[in-house]
């Protein structure tokens, strides 16, 4: 039996713990036989309750990591153990309780379900126009008829002539419970949007997963939205996206409350119609219980030179909060529709909640990375009625109509050779068509509250912080180490000058892009989570608007530099950045329908902006690491989208621009080019998180199949491309030839391989990848004595050099390291012989250059340049020779 320690990932234990919590922790290998062993203790050592389940195991069964679960308490522990017993699995996955805990009951109708939390109770109906029918607290509903609403308008306002706009709304076809207790249960809704008249084409469009999550005790619903954009980008222009409840309400107009979050933890708290600041008074009594949120006193005991002019007083029936950049936000509200507007305030950056409310009860809503996501909105309207309505926008029908339409008209590139030429100048890899956004997604998370009263400021501050950074419990790094996954790192280490001097670097170069995300204003609908490519020495920007210089799109893996950055460390900020960006190269930079399903794009000025689609950047080594941290279901299906993306090779081939065989090569089912870099490594990583995840034994057998091949090729990895059979997942291991790319390993193939090589005995891949990694960096005579000739296209050597540090790792081989420090260190200055490139500030704010000021450093280099720091600390840390001072 053994105990882990799990801390709370921003810190302390949040004031409440609202709506539970859910988060994924590994196990060694052998070590729990399932789920069943795992119980959970708070800081005192009381057992409290919990419902854990696998989210994949190791290759003899075992358990490698388990998804867990709490309930909602009031009073979260500083801290919880995780106590794992590795004896037999019993049937039931719940860890034993010292007392009856809270518990979910999920009921199923013929026409519905409902889920109680003990706290709120929600039903579902299965196939209606609504996500859910009524929210209710303490038997009183508080919301009603949850919908998803779009406008679609006609076309691009770009000269004169007229646009309409057309209602839609989300027509639920499909509802599946998930999970089903007893401390946490998942509804997944199904479905698309419709038009809401009859008129127009009768399309329906936006096909979107909605996940309700309910935890025992919550009275708040995690909600999880995700769409597809399926739409003509040359026609449809998204004008709006929203979600909208109805609130019943009751009791006198000046007991109604509104509350609106605004910027740092202010608040607009105001009743529908307000009893302060008027020319009399009705009393201290009557004036502190309205700001509280409390019932009014009844209005004998008011002064009657308020009570009896009551009706003089106005009500206020609609508000709105209006975010349409990351820098400005707009409060205002009116008595009703054909009335003007009133300005309330504005400010900077909206924390994304509002509530309405009443002595009874009311409802809230917040929206996590609000102003990050902008353009958004948050209205409510008919609060002086009996039936008021709130809508969260995601995208505000304020702002301009979503415009998806590709950049430019193709500048006469209707040729592969034209195309390689545009290549040579801006970097981008156009081809007429495939500039295309139809199949890409976005995810939006949100937290719904049922409220039994107004409540205080306090209780709302919290609420506001759990929907903007919901509470997550993570074990240590050191822990994440011990039972070793995700191949080749260590804990942060500072015990030398040497390693602490790359330490440094490595903080450094993280606050940098932090850094750059603000200054630069990284935010928006479709960006938010990316980053740019590289930057402009000349206009001191980065490349915006150049082609294959702009969004980042995973180049060269900074998704992996930055989990491996969390993965050590344990920081809360460096979670988020990675959680982010797996959030949006996840689904904006991947194609989730359509011919291109599974593939990715490579990087651009628009993020489905270039040609190349490409299992590299769609590949699960950038998302497993959010899904296993955190359960994530919406990840674990982006996951399973790529089980068999293996057939893309049959429909597009990713070097068709540039084959050597072009003039020979088809795609044949039995005879696909598949390369033995990005394109393996990406397909090793698919089917080993698919065989850890589900046990398919198609993926097991391609895994297993592949790597055999692999060991049996003549030149292992040296042979670059090897041709697929797609029916049997086997590669033909005859191919004799020699060819090298700097790109092979770059995309997650080290990282992918290490594992593997941990995982599976196979002493012939081994082999083939110790040799590829011993000679990539060696010298040319060393080269040609094992291989017969000296390997072309070999560059990032900074990158590279973990390859050696492998391979000196596994040989024990001391000059082997010292020379995999060299080739870090070349070309510049971190150690005695230099580095790829140095960090340095040459005008405010932070910029990368290089040595020699050449304005070609990117994100590329920033991330590679991380990832070799990272895996060679972990590797050969012994052989780091001494530093000279860091500027």
């Known amino acids: 039996m053994t105990e882990t320690t799990l801390n709370w990932l921003d810190g302390g234990a949040p004031a409440a713990l609202s709506g539970g919590t859910t988060w994924g922790m590994p196990f060694a290998r052998g070590s729990l036989a399932g789920a069943s062993g795992i119980s959970v203790a708070d800081a005192a050592g009381r057992t409290v309750a919990s419902q854990a389940w696998p989210l994949a195991t190791w290759p003899d069964g075992s358990l490698k990591w388990a998804g867990i679960a709490l309930p909602a308490t009031d009073a979260p522990s500083a801290h919880y153990n995780v106590t794992s017993d590795g004896g037999p699995s019993p049937k039931t996955e719940t860890a034993p309780e010292v007392e009856p805990p809270p518990h979910i009951e999920v009921t199923e109708a013929e026409d519905s379900v409902t889920v109680s939390t003990g706290a709120l109770e929600m039903v579902i109906s299965r196939s209606s126009s609504t996500l859910f029918t009524t929210l209710s607290r303490g038997g009183v509903p508080v919301a009603r008829d949850g919908k998803l609403v779009s406008l679609l308008q006609d076309g691009a306002q770009d000269g004169p002539g007229s646009v309409s706009r057309e209602p839609f709304t989300g027509e639920v076809t499909a509802v599946v419970i998930e999970q089903r207790g007893p401390v946490r249960a998942v509804v997944r809704l199904e479905g698309s949007h419709r038009p809401d008249t009859h008129g127009g084409d009768g399309r329906s469009w936006l096909p979107f997963v909605v996940r309700f999550y309910f935890h025992a005790g919550a009275r708040s619903v995690r909600m999880v939205h995700s769409f597809i954009w399926d739409g003509e980008p040359e026609r449809d222009f998204l004008a709006g996206l929203g979600i909208r409840f109805t609130v019943p309400m009751e009791g006198q107009l000046h007991d109604r409350h509104v509350r609106i979050a605004g910027a740092d933890g202010g608040f607009l708290t105001e009743a529908v119609r307000g009893l302060t600041g008027l020319r009399r008074d009705p009393g201290e009594a009557v004036r502190r219980a309205q700001i509280d949120g409390q019932p009014t006193p009844p209005l004998e005991e008011w002064s009657e030179l308020v009570s009896k002019r009551l009706h003089l007083i106005p009500a206020w029936n ?10 400005g936000f707009e409060l205002r509200k009116r008595t009703g529709e054909g009335h003007g507007w009133v300005g309330i305030s504005g400010g900077t950056r909206a924390e994304g909640f509002c509530s309405l409310s009443g002595p009874r009860g009311g409802f809230g809503i917040g ?174 920007a980065w490349r915006y608007d150049v082609g294959g210089y702009a969004w980042d799109n995973s180049e060269l893996s900074p998704d992996l530099w930055l989990w491996y950055m969390y993965l050590r460390s344990g920081r809360a900020d460096v979670f988020r950045f990675a959680e982010a960006m797996t959030r949006h190269t996840g689904e904006v930079d991947v194609y989730h ?100 995840r589900t046990g398919n034994p198609r993926s097991r057998d391609r895994l297993l199949g592949t790597i055999a091949d692999i060991g049996a090729l003549k030149y292992g990895f040296l042979t670059g491309e090897a041709l697929y059979d797609l029916d049997k997942g086997r590669f033909d291991a005859g191919r004799e030839r020699i060819q090298v790319s700097h790109l092979s390993a770059v995309f997650g193939l080290v990282e992918i391989c290490s594992e593997l090589i941990d995982l599976i005995p196979d002493a012939a891949f081994e082999h083939a990848w110790l040799q590829y990694c011993r000679l990539f960096l060696a010298s040319e005579e060393e080269q040609i004595a094992e291989v017969g000739q000296p390997l072309d296209g070999v560059y990032l050597t900074q990158a590279h050099s973990r390859l050696s540090a492998y391979a000196a790792a596994r040989a024990g081989d001391s000059g082997l390291a010292r020379r995999a420090w060299d080739s870090f260190a070349e070309g510049g200055e971190h150690l005695n012989h230099g580095s790829a490139f140095t960090l340095r500030k040459i005008k405010p704010p932070y910029v990368l250059t290089a040595v020699d000021e050449a304005p070609t450093v990117s994100t590329n280099d920033a991330a590679q340049f991380g990832l070799a720091v990272i895996q060679n600390l972990a590797l050969i840390g012994e052989h780091l020779p001494a530093l000279q001072p860091v500027r």
């Open 593 to 692: 329908l359509g011919e291109w399903r599974g593939l990715g794009s490579r990087h651009n000025v628009q993020h489905w902006g270039c040609s190349a689609k490409q299992l590299r950047i769609s590949t699960p080594a950038y998302r497993r690491f959010y899904y296993y941290l955190t359960a994530d279901e919406r990840t674990g299906n982006l996951l399973s989208e790529l089980v068999d993306s293996d057939q893309n090779f049959l429909g597009l081939d990713p070097v068709r621009k540039v084959r050597p065989d072009s003039a020979t090569y088809r795609p044949e089912r039995n005879a696909l080019g598949v390369g033995l870099g990005t394109d393996w490594g990406s397909l090793a990583a698919t089917w080993l998180t698919d065989w850890e």
């Open 318 to 327: 609609d508000f709105t909060l209006s975010q349409l950049s990351a820098d």
């Open 367 to 540: 929206v996590r990375n609000f102003w990050q996501s902008h353009p958004v909105q948050l209205d409510i309207r008919g609060a002086a009625t009996a039936q008021a309505e709130v809508t969260a926008w995601l995208y505000s029908p304020e702002a301009q109509p979503m415009d998806l339409r590709f950049y430019h008209d193709g500048l006469g590139q209707d040729t592969f050779e034209e195309q390689l030429e545009g290549l040579e100048i801006t970097y981008e890899d156009y081809e007429p068509g495939f500039g295309n956004p139809s199949g890409i997604a976005r995810t939006h998370e949100l937290t719904l509250f049922a409220y039994d009263a107004t409540p205080d400021t306090r209780a709302l501050a919290a609420d506001v912080e759990a929907s903007s950074a919901p509470p997550l419990l993570q074990a240590s790094p050191e822990y994440l180490h011990s039972v070793r996954v995700f191949g080749d790192w260590a804990p942060v280490d500072r015990s030398t000058p040497e390693r602490a001097g790359l330490e440094d670097k490595l903080d450094f170069l993280f606050d940098f892009y932090a850094g750059q995300v603000e200054q630069r204003r990284w935010y928006g609908f479709w960006n938010f989570g990316d980053v740019m490519h590289t930057y402009d020495f000349d206009r001191h």
